[in-house]
């Protein structure tokens, strides 16, 4: 059976020799195998110049300090060992500070708990921009996408995860800033880039607290050894880059060859006279389908469709602001779960990524301790009712085709956390609370579903089709006027590493326009390790 699906691929594009001799051993045909490299080097990882970083230590309170030590991404029992370390160069240089990021911001309490336990003077970053005066030995960096810039400040960092068995970081984020950086063991989730790292001596691997304390105190005292570390990971960042380009290229060529291949079919069809019926009806849908996006479409009829679809998005847009109206002023009721409710969505048609947002979302609750729940409508389900159970969170109940994609995806990749469906959230909520103690319930795709009050709103937006073209549907592929954005507590940009050139900045300024206290996240789509 490997062998068989093994067949379908036409190219097999790896990140390593290893990799490359993985798949092989596995019956992939060596004339089909090439290596791109790791994309991840690719990636547009924060710079932060001289001015930012004055500025940013001065926000941080650490104007005083003699050099910074940063820990990065660390998991409960990792923050003890660090803290030990930090001591011991204290010892030496009262001066020095420390930045601990935890991964779990949730967790900032039990970390200042812990910096004071120590001995320590310790503020927060959301504490700081408040006006707190700064001068700290520990700050904490308990806001979300900032670490990345926080690398920048940072002597010798320490990537968390990685003296647990959870697995450690990413570390090209630190590499990209050209920094010291220190390891533990436990980087079986990087291997491949820990690997290219520590062969070329260009980072420091430790086992244990111990060891953590000696090499801190020995990159703090050794100058040169600290310059040549930084040296050397800026030179692998960039001796490592263009898988990318690789990767597309090799897509570009088989894209091509399908449409030669193609072309070359549609040629013979039209010779033949023989145009199927299910060919003219996806004519059909592509036309109108590019005629809502803008694209052009030729044809006497265009402006008059044009014209039509126009009137009719001038209609729906009343009805919706009529609907909503109805709700404010309370002529129609909400409904309100005993339990916290997050509704994930988006304002246009199309995917923008809501269902991998909700796993991830319904993953990190589950992991504090919560028992949350996810209500799904059942998009292209077959299942008909009012609760449909897709999975108890112990074990699936239903199939694809029953449950729909959507629901029947988060299901699976789910064990701990029951799916519903169905046309009421209200009810398959009350259902899971009953049944399955929620306390936490993710509303997917219920950025529109007005019928059940929420306590937070996440609004996706698609940075590759921002805001479609502006259009109300059926003009456009809007589902509601731009203006309701405002209702979001949470406006979270997806695909943002795909974006083009002023993307990011247009839809920074068009949520700001209408929502001045939503928080803005961005977030890029990669497979998971």
């Known amino acids: 059976m490997l062998r068989e699906m093994i067949g379908t691929v036409k190219c097999f594009a790896m990140q390593s020799g290893i990799d490359a001799d993985y798949i092989m051993r596995l019956g992939a045909p060596r004339e089909l195998v090439t290596v791109t490299g790791n994309t991840k080097f690719d990636q547009a990882y924060t710079s932060v110049s001289p001015e930012e970083r004055a500025a940013l230590i001065a926000e941080l309170g650490l104007s005083g300090a003699s050099r910074i030590m940063i820990a990065g991404s660390t998991h409960r029992g990792e923050e003890e060992l660090v803290l030990n370390a930090f001591a011991a160069v204290r010892a030496k240089d009262p001066h020095v500070r420390l930045i601990i990021a935890p991964r779990e911001v949730l967790r900032t309490m039990e970390v200042e708990h812990l910096c004071r336990k120590a001995g320590f003077t310790v503020n927060t970053r959301k504490n700081l921009q408040k006006g707190a005066e700064g001068g700290e030995d520990i700050v904490i960096l308990d806001t979300v996408g900032e670490l990345g810039r926080v690398y920048g400040l940072g002597d010798v960092i320490y990537i968390g995860g990685s003296l647990v068995p959870h697995g450690g970081h990413n570390i090209l984020e630190p590499a990209a800033h050209g920094k010291a950086i220190i390891v533990g063991h436990q980087m079986f989730n990087f291997k491949d880039i820990h690997a290219l790292f520590r062969n070329r001596s260009a980072v420091v691997t430790v086992t244990n607290g111990a060891e953590l304390t000696a090499e801190t105190l020995r990159l703090f005292a050794d100058d040169a050894e600290r310059a040549r570390l930084e040296h050397e990971t800026l030179a692998i960042i960039n001796e490592n880059k263009g898988a990318s380009k690789k990767s597309a290229k090799i897509l570009v060529d088989m894209l091509a060859a399908y449409e030669t291949r193609r072309a070359q079919r549609a040629q013979e069809r039209i010779s033949a006279h023989r145009v199927r019926a299910t060919q003219k ?151 899971a609370i009953e049944h399955f103690g929620a306390q936490v319930a993710i509303l997917d795709d219920g950025y529109q579903h007005w019928q059940l009050a929420r306590d937070m709103d996440i609004l996706l937006v698609d940075a590759v089709n921002v805001f479609g073209n502006g259009h109300l549907l059926p003009r456009g592929t809007l589902r509601e006027p731009l203006s309701h954005i405002n209702r979001a507590d949470v406006c979270l940009m997806t695909k943002v590493d795909q974006a083009a050139r002023g993307a990011i900045e247009h839809i920074w300024e068009t949520f700001r326009s209408y929502n001045q206290d939503g928080l803005i996240l961005e977030s890029i789509h990669q497979p998971r390790q």
């Not at 998009?379 to 449950?403: C, F, H, N, P, Q």
């Open 281 to 431: 009806v996806a004519n059909f849908q592509t036309y109108f389908i590019d005629l809502v996006h803008d694209k052009e479409v030729h044809g006497a009829a265009r402006r008059l469709i044009m014209g039509v679809f126009y009137v009719f998005s001038l209609i729906y847009e009343q009805l919706v602001n009529l609907k909503l109206a109805m709700y404010r002023w309370g002529w129609f009721k909400k409904e309100e779960l005993p339990c916290f409710v997050i509704s994930l969505g988006n304002v246009t048609v199309g995917g923008t990524g809501k269902t991998p947002t909700a796993q991830h979302l319904a993953r990190a609750i589950y992991a504090m301790g919560y028992r949350v729940a996810i209500l799904n409508r059942g998009y292209r389900a077959k299942w008909r009712g009012a609760v449909g159970i897709v999975s108890d969170g112990r074990a699936l109940k239903m199939d694809a085709e029953t449950a729909g994609d959507e629901a029947f995806m988060l299901a699976k990749h789910l064990p701990n956390v029951p799916v519903l469906i169905g046309p009421h959230r209200a009810v398959t909520g009350r259902y």
